[in-house]
């Protein structure tokens, strides 16, 4: 495919880049907290990733290789719209393969597979305040982040336990960085937050709410909790269907009019890798990939 | 059988051919030109241009015909287009007292130096379908009058010569740039104006409307409503002065408010202002009773609550790509977190019926 | 044209989207592993500028920045490339976004904004010039460090005190040649 010679490397100009890039620098430097940015309108949709893809191509070289997930899967239509529009305007070579990629973007998981420090995740975040479902007003969530006055975080989740018996928040489970700023790890599946203590860069990006934040290797995230009602990472209690993977975030697949189930991997280049490798779920022999 | 789900590019590529495909409709039925939208359809045109934040109205009519008429979706081409532009410069602040004005209405007066123009309006128009329009004709002529040669003046400087309008002060700080710094609370008065004069036209006219139905009520009166072109000026630092570089259409709209006074202060009318590019009247209007509702504290009247008293509410929900991008992002797969829910709502109804039973083993 | 016009138009970006790209991302690297060293070689900026300050300039600053320069970095030299290459603002230290000089130029360093606790990235950030950058020196420990790491620092007390401020303070690049390392507030320093 060409690239684009009518659009700057990676479609931003570069005073846009600059601008994104010192943002991204602060946000490493104070870890959870949501720096301001003055997010461009981009050519897709507000809440498709916008920010995830400035944060993107901001980091981009080109000599990066990008992965771009949704869901998990490198196939979903919106990851090989993003996928595809970085090929045309940044000329970078893509991959689908985790271990191979230097940049991976993505929308709701954070990869089976560890990542190590040659890489770099971007998240797209949809709303990226934690506080904004129990305060809309981002002036008062702004003052309770700079007073770390995170009692209502705390009450809402009580009154989960004692409603419900349980917390009733599955994804987008809000953790505290660094003992400082409790931060939105955007709409991952609780069960991977505790992938976030990592050997990558992990960069956050509200397009549409203008916000960049950042966690950098090995930072301190945690989940919140009660002590008498731990963090609970729980995932569905199955095996992969195709795989056999025991350990994976699992999609679920309704197969017949009947209702009847299975489980596959959220996560496609795990499921294939391991199934290259010679493991086989319950109903690998009679499905089709 | 399960099969994964595979071909998402040549989903997308089949999906934008089937799109183009609809976009021209019938072969028999002669295409549309960008011309003829631009002269046709001029009123869709300004409101693009208004929303878009971009005063171009070949490409505003480009991107109608792109959209296939869907102006939110050709409002954000225009966005999307705007933003790869490169900045040259800023033009100094355009003179509207010398608009070469189409139309120039006063609800407060009923004559004025000027005059009352009423130009090509609906006003008066009574809605009936004219089925002469399906048929093609000649336009009847129009009968010309000359131009006006002097100014014409804003109605409300007749108030402030008499100190009954409340005098805005001159300011001469350059304002934010609110495409290019992200959006702080509290927003100063030049920063609500930039977000409501491309803000939905559909949001920010309902919000005026709930201020006169009484939700934060300010008695508008329309002191003035002029459209027309008015002269676009840059100062070249070369040159050492300030050339003009062109002309654009804007509709501004001036309320002449409920008075305010005190014991100390005698009374004195308030104001509300909106400016958009283009003929777009109706949101010009929105504009300036949006404005003077946001303008509570500042005027020292009480907080009702009220929606559109409410900055924050309103700058941050009156932008429809914003908008549109968000709400329609939920159609976007949402397995994972669905399936946590799933999972977590099955495991909470477990844990119910355990307990029942539980209690009823007990009885 | 004079020499000193015509250096002030030399030593850019030779391709600056992807030169900035690729510096961006030593820059990024350095500061989300507080004290790793890169290598920052893309510029060529007039003395006394070292080649990774220069770069830092290039990649970071704007019409949109305001820029300190302290001490024997403020020259017309160093003034004329920077507004040349970046539009950058030169101003006093209490404007100042980024600053550049020696660590002895720059202080003391109470005069830099720190932010403010409802916008802690409102604060300045200050390149310091080193004659040399090495890995010994100061132990540090915080987020992007794994147990602990060294840096060479010109002292140490300061940058604790700095970081008694978290989340308000100043963020630190250190330059000397064409390698660079960067101290982020977040980061706890004690002596080696």
Same mark, same amino acid.
């Given at each position: 495919?060409?690239?684009?010679?009518?659009?700057?490397?990676?479609?931003?100009?570069? %005073? *846009?880049?600059?601008? !994104?890039?010192?943002?991204? =620098?602060?946000?490493?430097?104070?870890?959870? +907290? @949501? $720096? /301001?940015?003055?997010?461009?309108?981009?050519?897709?949709?507000?809440?498709?990733?916008?920010?995830?893809?400035?944060?993107?191509?901001?980091?981009?070289?080109?000599?990066?290789?990008?992965?771009?997930?949704?869901?998990?899967?490198?196939?979903?239509?919106?990851?090989?719209?993003?996928?595809?529009?970085?090929?045309?305007?940044?000329?970078?070579?893509?991959?689908?393969?985790?271990?191979?990629?230097?940049?991976? %973007? *993505?929308?709701?998981? !954070?990869?089976?597979?560890? =990542?190590?420090?040659?890489?770099?995740?971007? +998240? @797209? $975040? /949809?709303?990226?305040?934690?506080?904004?479902?129990?305060?809309?007003?981002?002036?008062?969530?702004?003052?309770?982040?700079?007073?770390?006055?995170?009692?209502?975080?705390?009450?809402?989740?009580?009154?989960?336990?004692?409603?419900?018996?349980?917390?009733?928040?599955?994804?987008?489970?809000?953790?505290?960085?660094?003992?400082?700023?409790?931060?939105?790890?955007?709409?991952?599946?609780?069960?991977?937050?505790?992938?976030?203590?990592?050997?990558?860069?992990?960069?956050?990006?509200?397009?549409?709410?203008?916000?960049? +934040?950042? $966690? /950098?290797?090995?930072?301190?995230?945690?989940?919140?909790?009660?002590?008498?009602?731990?963090?609970?990472?729980?995932?569905?209690?199955?095996?992969?269907?195709?795989?056999?993977?025991?350990?994976?975030?699992?999609?679920?697949?309704?197969?017949?009019?009947?209702?009847?189930?299975?489980?596959?991997?959220?996560?496609?280049?795990?499921?294939?890798?391991?199934?290259?490798?010679?493991?086989?779920?319950?109903?690998?022999?009679?499905?089709?990939? | 059988?399960?099969?994964?789900?595979?071909?998402?590019?040549?989903?997308?590529?089949?999906?934008?051919?089937?799109?183009?495909?609809?976009?021209?409709?019938?072969?028999?039925?002669?295409?549309?030109?960008?011309?003829?939208?631009?002269?046709?359809?001029?009123?869709?045109?300004?409101?693009?241009?208004?929303?878009?934040?971009?005063?171009?109205?070949?490409?505003?009519?480009?991107?109608?015909?792109?959209?296939?008429?869907?102006?939110?979706?050709?409002?954000?081409?225009?966005?999307?287009?705007?933003?790869?532009?490169?900045?040259?410069?800023?033009?100094?602040?355009?003179?509207?007292?010398?608009?070469?004005?189409?139309?120039?209405?006063?609800?407060?007066?009923?004559?004025?130096?000027?005059?009352?123009?009423?130009?090509?309006?609906?006003?008066?128009?009574?809605?009936?379908?004219?089925?002469?329009?399906?048929?093609?004709?000649?336009?009847?002529?129009?009968?010309?009058?000359?131009?006006?040669?002097?100014?014409?003046?804003?109605?409300?400087?007749?108030?402030?010569?008499?100190?009954?309008?409340?005098?805005?002060?001159?300011?001469?700080?350059?304002?934010?740039?609110?495409?290019?710094?992200?959006?702080?609370?509290?927003?100063?008065?030049?920063?609500?104006?930039?977000?409501?004069?491309?803000?939905?036209?559909?949001?920010?006219?309902?919000?005026?409307?709930?201020?006169?139905?009484?939700?934060?009520?300010?008695?508008?009166?329309?002191?003035?409503?002029?459209?027309?072109?008015?002269?676009?000026?840059?100062?070249?630092?070369?040159?050492?002065?300030?050339?003009?570089?062109?002309?654009?259409?804007?509709?501004?709209?001036?309320?002449?408010?409920?008075?305010?006074?005190?014991?100390?202060?005698?009374?004195?009318?308030?104001?509300?202002?909106?400016?958009?590019?283009?003929?777009?009247?109706?949101?010009?209007?929105?504009?300036?009773?949006?404005?003077?509702?946001?303008?509570?504290?500042?005027?020292?009247?009480?907080?009702?609550?009220?929606?559109?008293?409410?900055?924050?509410?309103?700058?941050?929900?009156?932008?429809?790509?914003?908008?549109?991008?968000?709400?329609?992002?939920?159609?976007?797969?949402?397995?994972?977190?669905?399936?946590?829910?799933?999972?977590?709502?099955?495991?909470?109804?477990?844990?119910?019926?355990?307990?029942?039973?539980?209690?009823?083993?007990?009885? | 044209?004079?020499?000193?016009?015509?250096?002030?138009?030399?030593?850019?970006?030779?391709?600056?989207?992807?030169?900035?790209?690729?510096?961006?991302?030593?820059?990024?690297?350095?500061?989300?592993?507080?004290?790793?060293?890169?290598?920052?070689?893309?510029?060529?900026?007039?003395?006394?500028?070292?080649?990774?300050?220069?770069?830092?300039?290039?990649?970071?600053?704007?019409?949109?920045?305001?820029?300190?320069?302290?001490?024997?970095?403020?020259?017309?030299?160093?003034?004329?490339?920077?507004?040349?290459?970046?539009?950058?603002?030169?101003?006093?230290?209490?404007?100042?976004?980024?600053?550049?000089?020696?660590?002895?130029?720059?202080?003391?360093?109470?005069?830099?904004?720190?932010?403010?606790?409802?916008?802690?990235?409102?604060?300045?950030?200050?390149?310091?010039?080193?004659?040399?950058?090495?890995?010994?020196?100061?132990?540090?420990?915080?987020?992007?460090?794994?147990?602990?790491?060294?840096?060479?620092?010109?002292?140490?007390?300061?940058?604790?005190?700095?970081?008694?401020?978290?989340?308000?303070?100043?963020?630190?690049?250190?330059?000397?040649?064409?390698?660079?390392?960067?101290?982020?507030?977040?980061?706890?320093?004690?002596?080696?």
């Amino acid at each position: 495919m060409s690239v684009m010679d009518e659009y700057n490397f990676a479609y931003i100009d570069e %005073q *846009t880049k600059r601008m !994104i890039r010192r943002a991204i =620098l602060k946000g490493l430097a104070v870890p959870g +907290y @949501q $720096v /301001p940015f003055a997010s461009r309108e981009m050519p897709m949709p507000y809440g498709w990733g916008t920010g995830g893809v400035q944060v993107s191509a901001a980091a981009l070289t080109p000599d990066d290789r990008l992965k771009v997930i949704d869901q998990g899967a490198d196939d979903t239509t919106n990851a090989v719209s993003i996928r595809k529009f970085f090929e045309r305007t940044a000329g970078v070579a893509t991959t689908e393969e985790t271990s191979e990629a230097t940049i991976i %973007q *993505t929308r709701h998981r !954070i990869p089976e597979v560890e =990542l190590t420090e040659d890489q770099i995740l971007v +998240y @797209q $975040v /949809p709303i990226p305040e934690p506080l904004r479902f129990l305060e809309p007003r981002e002036t008062e969530t702004r003052k309770m982040h700079s007073l770390e006055e995170y009692g209502l975080m705390h009450v809402k989740l009580y009154e989960d336990i004692s409603r419900h018996g349980n917390i009733a928040t599955a994804f987008a489970y809000p953790v505290m960085v660094n003992d400082r700023y409790v931060m939105d790890p955007s709409p991952i599946p609780k069960f991977d937050n505790p992938k976030m203590e990592m050997a990558a860069v992990q960069l956050f990006g509200a397009g549409r709410e203008q916000r960049i +934040y950042a $966690v /950098p290797p090995w930072t301190k995230v945690v989940s919140l909790d009660f002590e008498d009602y731990p963090f609970d990472p729980s995932k569905a209690d199955h095996p992969c269907d195709l795989c056999g993977a025991e350990d994976s975030y699992l999609d679920e697949v309704i197969l017949d009019d009947a209702g009847n189930r299975m489980f596959v991997c959220s996560d496609t280049d795990y499921c294939r890798s391991r199934r290259e490798a010679g493991h086989e779920g319950r109903l690998a022999a009679e499905t089709m990939a | 059988m399960y099969v994964a789900v595979k071909g998402g590019e040549r989903a997308i590529d089949n999906a934008h051919a089937w799109l183009a495909e609809e976009r021209r409709g019938d072969l028999s039925v002669a295409e549309l030109s960008i011309a003829q939208i631009r002269e046709q359809l001029s009123l869709a045109v300004n409101r693009v241009m208004a929303e878009g934040s971009l005063f171009d109205p070949d490409l505003a009519a480009l991107a109608i015909k792109q959209s296939r008429g869907d102006l939110i979706e050709a409002i954000f081409l225009i966005r999307a287009y705007r933003t790869t532009l490169p900045r040259f410069g800023m033009t100094r602040p355009v003179e509207t007292g010398e608009m070469r004005c189409d139309r120039r209405i006063s609800a407060t007066f009923k004559d004025a130096p000027g005059g009352q123009v009423l130009g090509p309006t609906f006003d008066y128009t009574h809605r009936l379908l004219d089925f002469k329009l399906a048929a093609e004709g000649e336009p009847v002529p129009v009968p010309e009058a000359e131009g006006r040669a002097e100014p014409t003046p804003h109605i409300t400087e007749f108030l402030a010569d008499e100190d009954l309008i409340q005098t805005e002060p001159r300011d001469d700080t350059e304002p934010r740039d609110i495409t290019r710094q992200p959006m702080s609370y509290p927003a100063d008065r030049a920063t609500r104006a930039q977000a409501l004069t491309r803000g939905d036209e559909g949001f920010v006219l309902s919000l005026a409307y709930s201020t006169q139905r009484g939700y934060a009520k300010n008695h508008a009166f329309v002191g003035e409503l002029r459209i027309g072109m008015v002269d676009v000026e840059m100062e070249i630092p070369e040159l050492g002065f300030a050339i003009d570089i062109g002309e654009v259409q804007l509709t501004e709209c001036e309320t002449v408010n409920q008075f305010k006074g005190s014991k100390t202060e005698p009374p004195q009318f308030t104001r509300g202002y909106g400016l958009v590019f283009g003929q777009t009247e109706r949101k010009a209007i929105s504009m300036a009773l949006v404005d003077r509702a946001l303008r509570w504290e500042e005027l020292g009247e009480d907080d009702k609550g009220a929606p559109a008293q409410d900055e924050e509410f309103v700058l941050s929900h009156c932008d429809n790509i914003q908008a549109t991008g968000f709400l329609e992002h939920i159609k976007l797969p949402h397995y994972v977190d669905f399936q946590s829910e799933l999972e977590l709502v099955r495991k909470m109804r477990r844990e119910a019926a355990d307990a029942a039973a539980a209690r009823e083993a007990a009885q | 044209m004079s020499t000193a016009a015509t250096a002030a138009l030399t030593g850019g970006f030779a391709n600056p989207p992807v030169d900035a790209a690729h510096a961006f991302r030593a820059t990024m690297d350095v500061m989300a592993r507080p004290g790793e060293i890169r290598q920052l070689t893309q510029a060529r900026p007039p003395a006394p500028l070292s080649v990774a300050a220069g770069t830092l300039i290039l990649t970071l600053c704007d019409p949109e920045t305001g820029l300190h320069l302290a001490g024997a970095h403020d020259t017309k030299d160093v003034r004329d490339w920077v507004a040349f290459h970046t539009g950058a603002p030169i101003v006093p230290a209490e404007a100042a976004t980024f600053a550049l000089g020696t660590w002895k130029a720059l202080s003391p360093i109470s005069r830099f904004p720190v932010g403010t606790a409802e916008y802690p990235d409102r604060s300045a950030t200050l390149i310091v010039e080193r004659a040399e950058l090495g890995a010994a020196g100061a132990t540090l420990q915080g987020p992007g460090i794994r147990e602990t790491a060294t840096l060479d620092l010109p002292e140490v007390a300061a940058f604790a005190a700095n970081h008694r401020l978290y989340p308000l303070g100043l963020d630190f690049f250190f330059t000397a040649g064409s390698r660079v390392a960067a101290l982020p507030r977040s980061t706890a320093v004690m002596e080696g």
